[in-house]
């Protein structure tokens, strides 16, 4: 508000009346009277301001607050509505209409209480269901606030959630909160917290918002706090496991914070098996489209052209349950649209390929095809380079396999260097490393001639002077030395970009003031001992006598409380000022990949600076206690003491962070630009794409739009048999010599691993742990199955109760009480009979009832069961469906046979065919497993089949002379292949060489004596 005239009046006439007054007090008295008037005007002013702030209006300045903040709300509101990204996002979806998209509300095992929703005792249920264009007027009758929004992959949570953020009308009330949609994946809640995160994204994706105010983040904090921002909160499933936890650990302490959140369905069931309900939250879930609105929306949308090619295929679909299930999500009738938008095209090939192939068939064909047209569309935004589709399609399949190497389904800019392989990046070290020595010697060259000269030791004379002759061969010699270590450790440096982040403050120049206190007292005291040992020098005691305000005490001392003071000052002034400049780069809030890349340089820089300043600074320390302490003679000249500090502090930038993220990200891009792999512009290459509806770009990392379509470009790559694929082989190869134990380990890790970096309801997750599943019930190992399966989720309940799903709970309690074999049996086939009236087929209901069979010692019923399920030997059932553990169990009982070549074939068969693994983890078969490893762990007594192994190997081999044949011979190859197959240089040599050896291991006469031996060839088998 702006003050009333009188007070500026006043304020004009008080400051007059000082100016005369202080001049007419000096020229009568003197300046102490001045000071002393002053004093007495200091007191007036003081006591007007008190009483100013007392009496002024705070209505009027709470009014002027509340309309800065409306303001920055409606400026808010306007720039998400006319956003230009998402303008163009969705004219290319709603092409030539919106699809229509329902929800409706959650389940209750989902749902907290709807008084916890209603924030009231009193509250009743809400229904929350409807269509597009209504969800944000069903967010604001929750009372609570807290929306959860799931659906399946592609089922269009992400575009339902950015349609809700642009149903705010242009012409908003006032007090009415304004949808702001982020991506959830680029908060860290170990790092920050939700309100200090969310400020922050917003004034970043929004930087015209109050632009022109100094005091801009009060102003976003303030329109946080005052409940004006809903954040739209997307793709929380695409975040690590550890860190969605606690993302909904601290959303459930926020209790008041309203939000809305999307995830897939089977991520949040997941976490709900191990942490608590979104408190409040109340919950809708994205349905499958309709079959007729699908087929009315394809012939439609669909080019002249293809009108009537469209219309054969919406004829089919809702009588086809393969084509309709495939087309019963956004992202794959939106894929659908781009494959066959071309001339040339026929969607009718949909058809026959549903019919006879199945529904994965028809995914595999649409995304390949999908691909293509999007690379020969001219959509893409404005300003962007645009690649030839063959190229575009060649660079894409290697960054897919790339990822697929690495088990990600993100790819960072930092990753890139591990493409290349390990040997490469050796010599690149060794090549820092020698670069390093040589700049240091040679920088320091006349410092070390000079110091030579002055040293009286023959022997380090002669020493300086051989290292300042000789910094070429020293060169050499480092980098042989670095690149052979770099070799010998193996793998490939994956340094993370970092930042340069203020660190100092008020907090910090305490903690330095308390450090160097105690850290000047040591050096005081050390400096004490040694000079009351030693002589001191007299240029010491003449320097010391030239320090003012030293009293005069013995040389010891003067120099011991000048060593701590100087320690204690240079220690808190640092800290009060330190600049960190090796901080992790703010990977997660970054807008674009750019920006950690140019903030990963600037640390770069500024580390190779305060690399060589302080370097600089040790040098002249150095050579000024030396002197002082009469070690050194004489000093060399400050030019070449310069140099030589230069000259070390180049090297060791060079030597320690001359490998930084982004030199790695450089030279890796050059060398496969130059291969023909990726294009040089590759942040560029990836734009493109994006804008072309390939990837998705958020915290930092681009994404396949489908995990799919990331398997079908790698497919046939040379380049994804890296790290896990190579230990995944190696499994296969010792399967196929009968080997299960050591192969069941090699398969275990495998999955493991995947379960931690992406997933345990991932594909290559599970194809992982199928083959695990079939090589584990081939050795009998339940007990290790039991384990490994406890990775995989639960299956959630039903939504509705059904004659299998009540079956189905009936056995997981029978298992639980322990129930007899026969009861069980009876429950199973009960099942399989609710199955068959229900038109369902579930193989792993075969595979529980063969595993019953084989625990009650049936093994001619389990064996008849297992032939049929199998298609009398063939890979899988018969139908391309894999059926591990029924594999594992028949391989057993033809090895008890004799028929080790047999059981070799039914094994390798299913192998290859465990890849074959359906997109989404099928949690019901995966918990009917179970029930199967679990009754086979019961009636195994797996520690006396051991000993029982062991002690009929020791007989056997009692009276029979030593020798070594080429199954020794063998097995310590397949030794040193195991013990190498996990380095980045000789991993593919290990698996070509085990793929020779298992070639001798295989024969027949080999596999049962395999069978019979007492132990693993490893431990770790």
Request: glycine residues 8%; aromatic residues 8%; hydrophobic residues 45%.
């Amino acid at each position: 508000m702006r003050r009333p005239m009188w007070k500026w009046g006043l304020l004009t006439v008080v400051a007059a009346l000082a100016a005369g007054g202080t001049g007419w007090v000096w020229l009568r008295y003197d300046f102490e009277k001045v000071n002393w008037a002053w004093g007495v005007i200091a007191g007036i002013i003081a006591v007007y301001v008190v009483l100013d702030q007392v009496f002024t209006n705070r209505p009027a300045a709470s009014m002027a607050l509340v309309t800065h903040r409306r303001a920055a709300a409606d400026q808010l509101a306007d720039l998400i509505r006319r956003d230009p990204t998402d303008d163009t996002l969705l004219r290319a979806i709603d092409e030539p209409y919106p699809l229509p998209v329902r929800w409706s509300t959650g389940p209750a095992r989902l749902l907290p209480s709807w008084r916890a929703i209603g924030r009231s005792s009193d509250a009743a249920p809400l229904d929350l269901s409807g269509r597009d264009g209504a969800l944000w007027s069903r967010y604001r009758s929750i009372p609570s606030g807290r929306l959860l929004l799931l659906g399946r992959a592609g089922s269009g949570k992400s575009i339902t959630a950015l349609r809700m953020a642009r149903e705010l009308p242009a012409h908003r009330d006032p007090d009415t909160p304004v949808p702001v949609p982020l991506p959830v994946a680029s908060w860290d809640p170990d790092r920050e917290g939700f309100t200090d995160w969310l400020v922050d994204r917003i004034a970043r994706r929004y930087p015209q918002l109050a632009a022109e105010r100094p005091d801009r983040e009060a102003v976003l904090r303030d329109l946080v706090e005052a409940d004006l921002v809903v954040p739209v909160l997307d793709g929380l499933d695409e975040m690590p496991e550890q860190r969605l936890i606690a993302c909904l650990e601290q959303l459930n302490a926020l209790a008041t914070q309203r939000f809305v959140l999307t995830c897939r369905s089977s991520v949040y069931e997941r976490y709900l098996t191990q942490g608590e309900k979104l408190r409040g939250a109340a919950v809708v879930v994205l349905e499958p489209l309709s079959p007729a609105e699908v087929a009315d929306y394809l012939v439609d949308a669909a080019p002249y052209h293809q009108a009537e090619n469209w219309s054969t295929v919406a004829a089919t679909i809702g009588d086809d349950t393969e084509l309709t299930d495939v087309l019963s999500t956004p992202l794959m009738v939106a894929m659908a649209r781009t494959a066959f938008d071309q001339p040339g095209t026929d969607p009718r090939d949909l058809v026959p390929l549903a019919r006879e192939q199945g529904s994965r068939s028809v995914e595999d064909d649409l995304l390949t095809r999908a691909v293509d047209a999007a690379l020969r569309s001219g959509r893409g935004g404005q300003g962007l380079h645009r690649w030839e589709p063959d190229t575009s399609r060649r660079y894409l399949a290697f960054l897919a396999a790339h990822l697929e190497s690495l088990d990600q389904r993100e790819f960072r800019w930092w990753q890139l260097p591990a493409a290349l392989p390990g040997p490469f990046w050796a010599i690149f070290d060794g090549l820092r490393t020698g670069l390093a020595a040589w700049v240091a010697l040679t920088y320091a060259h006349d410092a070390l001639t000079a110091t030579a000269a002055v040293t009286s030791e023959p022997g380090i004379r002669d020493l300086l002077n051989a290292i300042a002759r000789n910094p070429d061969g020293l060169g050499v010699a480092a980098f042989l030395l670095a690149g052979c270590a770099a070799m010998l450790r193996g793998g490939t440096a994956r340094d993370t970009p970092r930042r340069v982040l203020f660190a100092g403050g008020r907090w910090a120049l305490r903690d330095g003031m308390i450090g160097g206190l105690v850290g000047g007292t040591f050096w005081a005291f050390v400096t004490l001992t040694l000079l009351s040992t030693v002589t001191p020098s007299p240029e010491l005691v003449e320097w010391l006598d030239r320090v003012p305000g030293l009293p005069p005490w013995s040389v010891p001392v003067r120099a011991a409380v000048l060593v701590g003071v100087l320690w204690w000052v240079y220690f808190a002034v640092t800290a009060g000022l330190r600049v960190d400049v090796a901080a992790p780069a703010a990977e997660l809030g970054a807008t674009s990949a750019a920006e950690t890349i140019d903030a990963d340089r600037a640390a770069s820089v500024a580390a190779a600076l305060t690399t060589v300043a302080a370097a600089v600074l040790g040098v002249f320390v150095a050579v000024a206690l030396l002197r002082l302490t009469g070690v050194l003679p004489a000093a060399p000249s400050v030019t070449s003491l310069a140099y030589a500090g230069m000259g070390l502090g180049l090297g060791w930038w060079l030597h320690r962070r001359a490998g930084a993220a982004w030199v790695r990200f450089a030279v890796a891009r050059a060398v496969l630009a130059v291969r023909g792999r990726i294009p040089f512009p590759l942040l560029a290459f990836l734009a493109y794409v994006e804008s072309v509806g390939l990837l998705r770009h958020g915290a930092g990392a681009y994404r396949f739009r489908h995990g799919r379509l990331q398997s079908r470009l790698a497919a046939g790559s040379l380049t994804g048999r890296r790290g896990s694929r190579l230990r995944e082989e190696f499994g296969i190869e010792l399967a196929r010599a009968g080997y299960w134990t050591e192969a069941l380990g090699a398969f275990a890790a495998v999955a493991r691993t995947r379960a931690a970096s992406i997933g345990s309801v991932d594909r290559l997750t599970v194809a992982a742990l199928r083959k695990a599943l079939l090589a584990g019930a081939a050795a009998g190992q339940w007990t290790r199955l039991a384990d490994l399966l406890a990775l995989m989720p639960a299956p959630s309940p039903p939504g509705t109760t059904t004659p299998v799903s009540e079956q189905r709970e009936r056995i997981a309690r029978l298992l639980v009480a322990d129930t007899s074999l026969p009861e069980l049996r009876a429950a199973a086939e009960e099942l399989r009979r609710r199955e068959d009236d229900d038109t369902r087929t579930d193989t792993g209901t075969d595979e529980f009832l063969a595993a019953l069979h084989y625990a009650e010692g049936g093994p001619d019923a389990a064996r008849a069961l297992l032939d049929r399920l199998l298609g009398s030997g063939s890979a899988g059932d018969g139908f391309g469906r894999s059926v591990p553990l029924a594999a594992g169990l028949l391989a057993r009982l033809l090895l008890d046979d004799g028929d080790a070549e047999a059981a070799l074939a039914v094994c390798h068969h299913e192998l290859l065919l465990t890849d074959q693994a359906p997109d989404r983890a099928d949690l019901l078969l995966l918990q009917t497993w179970s029930w199967s490893v679990e009754v086979l762990r019961r009636v195994t007594d797996e520690h006396g089949d051991l000993l029982r192994r062991i002690r009929a190997a020791l007989a056997e081999q009692r009276g029979r002379r030593f020798a070594l044949t080429r199954r020794e011979f063998a097995e310590m190859g397949l030794q040193m292949c195991h013990a190498t197959v996990g380095h980045a240089t000789l991993g593919p040599l290990a698996v070509a060489v085990s793929r020779r050896l298992v070639g001798v291991l295989a024969d027949p006469e080999i596999v049962v004596l395999t069978a019979r031996r007492g132990a693993p060839i490893w431990h770790a088998g």
